[in-house]
Each structure stands twice: as structure tokens, then as C-alpha cells.
């Protein structure tokens, strides 16, 4: 199985943006450990990050992956255009949040892409990512 890990705004910075809440391990360290997850089961990770929405929409139409794990950021509260690219990509999708959105302000209750995604793993930290691909492996193959 391909799988598609997409990190959506301001996740490029983490290991210096807001530990207190996110943590010190960077993204770079959470990929890299996910992607050794991945080829421990069998399957190939590939990894993609950007700040813009537009960007992210493209690189889910291009469909080179069996199943996708996100953690789409703040996009995940207002994004309609990326729950659309979501659901027409046809293979499983797993949301990731570092931390527990439910627990935070009011306007991070709010998720766009309830019902487009088949699994979700939240508040579990960095480890979440890691959670997303056993799923994945344990439920797409």
C-alpha cells in the first residue's frame, strides 16, 4: 500500500511552534517515524507539507496512493474545498490532530471533514501518526 502523509498549515514548524501544546518532536522526526512504520508492515509512505490550500488539493487530485493520512491543521474547521478533494479521492483517509481539538477553543469543535474520513486518531500527541498507519495497515489492505 502507498500511503500519502499530508501535513496542512503552520505543521512545518512544529518542534518549535507552541510545545506546550504540540510538542518538541518536529515534523521531519514524526515523517521519518512514520515512514519506518509504514515499511515495517509492508508499505511505502510518502510525505507532503505546505502552507497553502490550493497546494494541498493538488497533490490529493494527483492520486498516486492507496490511502492518505492527514492532519489538515486549521483547515479541519472551515475547509469545504479540502473535504471535497477528500472525499473524491476513493481510498481511505485518516485524520490526525496532535492535540486534543475537542478540548480547546469553541471553533476547533467545528470539523468540516466529519463523515469524509474513515478513521480519526486525536489528542494522542506525535504518536497519533503512528496510530494513523497500524489502522491504515491493520484495515486498508
Known amino acids: 500500500m502507498r500511503i500519502l502523509l499530508l ?27 512514520a515512514a519506518d512504520r509504514a515499511s515495517a508492515a509492508g508499505h511505502a509512505l510518502a510525505a507532503f507539507q505546505t502552507n497553502h490550500e490550493g497546494r494541498m488539493i493538488d497533490r490529493i487530485e494527483e492520486r498516486d496512493y492507496d490511502a ?13 474545498a479540502l473535504r471535497d478533494a477528500l472525499a473524491a479521492c476513493d481510498v481511505p483517509v485518516v485524520e490526525v490532530h496532535i492535540s486534543d481539538v475537542n478540548a480547546r477553543e469553541d471553533f476547533r469543535r467545528i470539523n468540516v471533514l466529519d463523515g469524509v474520513v474513515a478513521h480519526s486518531v486525536i489528542g494522542r500527541g506525535w504518536r497519533g501518526y503512528l496510530d494513523a498507519v497500524d489502522w491504515l495497515a491493520a484495515n486498508a489492505t
Open 7 to 33: 501535513n496542512g498549515p503552520n505543521l512545518g514548524r512544529l518542534g518549535a511552534r507552541q510545545p506546550e501544546i504540540y510538542g518538541s518532536t518536529t515534523l521531519a522526526q514524526i515523517v521519518a517515524a
Open 68 to 80: 492518505v493520512v492527514i492532519n489538515p491543521g486549521a483547515w479541519t474547521h472551515y475547509s469545504y
